[in-house]
């Protein structure tokens, strides 16, 4: 019994972790029909840009908010840049936009700052709390809150307020809303930045669990495309809930089969899910909500 | 106008550059390395060594009164590039010798341009394929895997551990080196109790260390790894409390592996790891010291960046070649490759290198040492 908790608390302390990157996919994919691939380039930057702000003397909190900031600014540099000269193209070529991004991301930061392993103290200190023989990292659970927080947020910005809904007219039909009255320009540059800061976020909350380098976005990004995939791409539910359903499948897998097919399992149950509801979990509904 | 002033700009730029380039050819020693892409934590301070040695060694007047030319490519660990750039250098830059291969596969792939070619190739690769079978032209400087396995085996042996778990990255060098353990632990009388793999990027190994926790009899546990997975094991294994000895493999021998995975998750763990990190702790009366440490000196003071295995490689590759130019006083590639299988006793920062026509590699196990983690820092264990 001890050695399931401890399964199930890994499994939800990773899942926390793809959650938070899949959550990250969800605003430009609701406000653009484009896949971010940059996604994981956010998070990395939330991780490295704390780590060098921080290594510079300044107090953990503030440098989480400047690089939560700063790639904020750069995910609105994206937009402006690259994705909205291209507004008439194809949502394929926007993606393929976005994949070019993170590679130019991913290089310009080896220069910026290095190419080695980086990680800052956990918040809330390195001493393992124990939970019925089974034992959890207290920065897991800030992940796992903060996993909690940002689907909160943002499943009361898509369904309460006035600009979330404009987010979701905007990826239905860009004219339509313009006809109405929503600022589409704005709606996109909004919904880069919000990607950005929530990537980043995610980055400054999982950095002392998984380490940061410059090249560890595209790792996240996969997982975190597939967590949301599973869940439903753009459903807020269906991130956190791929998320953890994938942390959970790769935990058990590696704890009762074997850690030799923890990735394979986690990407049969993909194909299955995806054969049985090509919409994902939670997708269908979102795609005819407004 | 613009235009104009934009080429008077190039031409005089061109005049400046073609006098500062010497007119006379020199001794031409090509090199192919992973300055930038994936491996470029290993090829950025392997290039760095080599430019700041050859001028060095120029300055100081350089081999048997020639200068050294140091033709270098960035091949971006890609092995196709590599292979272009190695006929490049035999074909059009004519040298006398290279020393490159970061990676395994950049290496592999331009071993046959070389052996065709006939001209001695010094590899920085870490597998044991480049040097077995040995081919005549192909030398190398890292340490197998084997060899680490082997150091680690020892150390188990004589604390009488016999009966161990393994978790392993499954990635290229963890594969690789669990591979070689695995072939040479029978003639240790260790058993492999509990064997789990984790992938590179994986967040969290607690479920494979539980599973090595519940296995009744388990001593030890070896972690062959690289990157961050051996660091969040190390966190893994204090949080689950698991209080037997953890071995970490050469792969992490640095000192940010003990910031990454913390001075209190880290302490006591063993790992077979070169004299260079250790260059201050070493005996007086140690050959390795004075070599060690003028290179960790020198290399700090003109790159700002701490030194590093990867950049030794590349020192003793250099150390090698330059040694058997001046025993062959020729630069035919065909002496200088006789002179390199001669290499006798050369102290270089992997270990002291006595080469012969069976062994292009030249290193024994005192090229590592066991190292224990204490309270932060790096003890030798012998």
Redo the contacts between chains.
Sequence with gaps: MPEFLQFLLSGITVGAVYALVALGFTIIYNASGVVNFAQGEFVMLGGMITVFTYAAGLPLPLAALIAILATAAIGVALNTLAIAPARGAPVVSLIIITIGASILIRGATQLVFDKQLHRFPAFSGDTPIAIGGATILPQSLWVISGAFAIFLLLWLFFTRTLIGRAVLATANNRVAAQLVGINTNFVMTLSFAMSAAIGALAGVLVTPITLTSYNIGLAFALKGFAAAMIGGMGNPKGALVGGLLLGILEAMTAGYISSQYKDATAFIVILVVLFAMPQGLFGSKSTDRV | MNFNRNTALASSLALVLGFATPVFADIKIGSTISETG?A??LG?PEAKTLKMLVEEINAAGGVNGEKINLILYDDGGDPNKARTFATRLVEDDKVVAVIGGTTTGTSMAIIPVFEDAEIPFISLAGAIEIIDPVRPHTFKTPHTDRMACAKIFEDMKKNGITKIGMISG?DGFGASMHKQCLQIIGEYGIQVLAD?????????M???L??IK?KAGVQAVLNPGF??GP??VT?NY????LGLPLYQSHGVASD?FI??A?A??AEGVRLPGTALLVASLLPENDPQRSVVVAYKAAYEKATGKPVSTFGGYAHDALRILVDAIKRAGSTEPSAIRDAIEGTHGLVGTTGTVTMSAKDHLGLDLSAFRMLRIENGGWKIVE
């Design positions: 994936p470029s934590f950025d499954s789990e793999t984790y992938s590179p990027a994986d967040a969290d607690t479920p494979q539980t599973n519940s990157g961050q660091a969040i966190r204090a949080q689950l409390a940010g910031e990454l913390g209190k998750a």
